[in-house]
């Protein structure tokens, strides 16, 4: 499969070049600057630059796009909307790495995550930022995107676990009542969902099944356990 990823330098980027290099797909990053990533070919442009030509014959394109100054917010929306109308029409597949503030409350979907009082103050500029670019992809009823919402807590360093729960809408937690996905695990869930299709002009969400905790964690863990103890 011919994969390209926008922002591949990007820490979700890398993770999912990653991912789906070592799975044998033909990756393309698409960056601004000197490729960082494991990706075996580059287009180095601006993704506001991309062309219908420069994503014609990917069968999938990735989105990991993200900008969180205020100056850059809206550029969510615009990418959003400049890859719906060059990808219009096209067979090409558009996965999107979306935001969890959009995730609705329960399956009335009158209020959304970023709406509850608890919901920290410096994250709700991004999250209406990605919602607007979410807003955009809904009404693109001429491509065929996917945009996957990860879990409230997102983490770059988090180790993978090769699994994960695949929801709708609607903000769930697992069974420890997290709400919790690695940027691997995400990584993971992304590329099978690019290989099994699937989920077409939808938002979905994934989540953990549980948070892995690293060794190291368990060590300090057991040996204060074990000093309170004698």
Known sequence: M????????????????????????????????????????VIQKDAFALTKEDLAGFDVVVNAFGAWTPETLPDHARLAEHLATILAGSPTR????????????????????????????????????????LDLYRQATAVNWTYISPAADF?????????????????????QGESYISYADYAVALVDIAEKGGYQQERISVFAVEKIVPIEELSFYFSLVYSIII
């Open 94 to 133: 558009l996965l999107v790495v979306g935001g969890a503030g959009s995730l609705y409350l329960d399956e009335s979907q009158t209020a959304m995550l970023k709406d509850t009082p608890d919901f920290p103050a410096e994250y709700l500029p991004i999250a209406e930022a990605m919602g607007a670019g």
């Open 2 to 41: 011919k994969i390209a990823i926008i922002a591949a330098n990007g820490q979700a980027g890398q993770a999912i070049t990653k991912e789906a290099v070592e799975r044998g797909h033909q990756v393309t990053a698409i960056v601004r600057s000197e490729n960082k990533s494991v990706a075996q070919e």
């Open 155 to 175: 983490d770059a360093e988090g180790q993978k676990a090769g699994a994960y729960t695949l929801a709708g809408e609607v903000f769930q937690v697992n069974a």
